[in-house]
């Protein structure tokens, strides 16, 4: 059973998917809720503030399911096709996540102002991650590098260099910029054959768990 804090973030989700976010009422997530407005204050502090949970939210379900998909048993290469052709399909189907990732916010989406500097901090630890600052599209894409390089490269004896761990990282950059870049403008043969020819043997000549894990 989901907590008043998550049933408040997916009333406050489902009421984003019918109107703007300057039409949402507290009162309103507060009742599709089954809680009180005061419930809904003392978790959030303001309706900034549950804008912010909900972006923050948004931002840590992407990069589970980046975690997840990189847990595979599959091929290196594989792995970040699936990572890149699952990006575009959370970002289309999802315009928050499309805004955070891509930098694009339309007017019917949450634009939370960051939390005042001298705020009192929110006694809720939840809060207090989310009012602390939300990721940048550069901030996702350095966190969805950095595991994907991480995932592939678990270590082997004697390391690696630090050209190839370059290489690595590179690679892993180019798989989710090249997933971005067809959440802007999709390509006609998809986008697992354009991460594939980008990354697909440059990868597995770099990575020495190119056939699992």
């Known amino acids: 059973m989901p907590t008043a804090r998550e049933s408040l973030l997916n009333a ?108 009192v901090l929110s006694g809720v630890p939840a809060q207090r991650r989310a009012d ?13 590098r950095d595991r994907s390089a991480a995932a592939l490269d678990p270590g082997r004896p004697g390391g690696r260099t630090r050209e190839e761990a370059a290489e690595l990282a590179y690679r892993c950059e180019l798989a989710v910029r090249l997933a971005l870049s067809c959440v802007v403008a999709p390509v006609g043969g998809g986008t697992p054959a354009l991460v594939r020819a980008a990354v697909g043997g440059a990868v597995s000549a770099t990575s020495p768990t190119a056939g699992g894990r």
């Open 132 to 144: 602390a600052g939300l990721p940048s599209p550069v901030d996702l894409v350095a966190a969805v």
């Open 12 to 119: 406050a989700l489902v009421a984003l998917g019918e109107l703007p976010w300057s039409a949402v009422r507290m009162v309103d997530v507060a009742s599709a809720a089954g809680v009180s407005r005061q419930t809904l204050y003392n978790e959030f502090g303001s309706k900034d503030g549950l804008a912010r949970a909900l972006v923050r939210r948004e931002a840590d379900t992407y990069l589970h399911g980046v975690e997840r998909l990189l847990a595979e048993r599959t091929g290196a290469a594989e792995r970040l096709v699936a990572v890149a052709e699952w990006t575009v399909g959370e970002a289309r189907a999802k315009p928050l996540l499309r805004a955070l990732l891509t930098g694009c916010w339309s007017e019917r989406l949450p634009a939370p102002r960051p939390a005042r500097r001298g705020a």
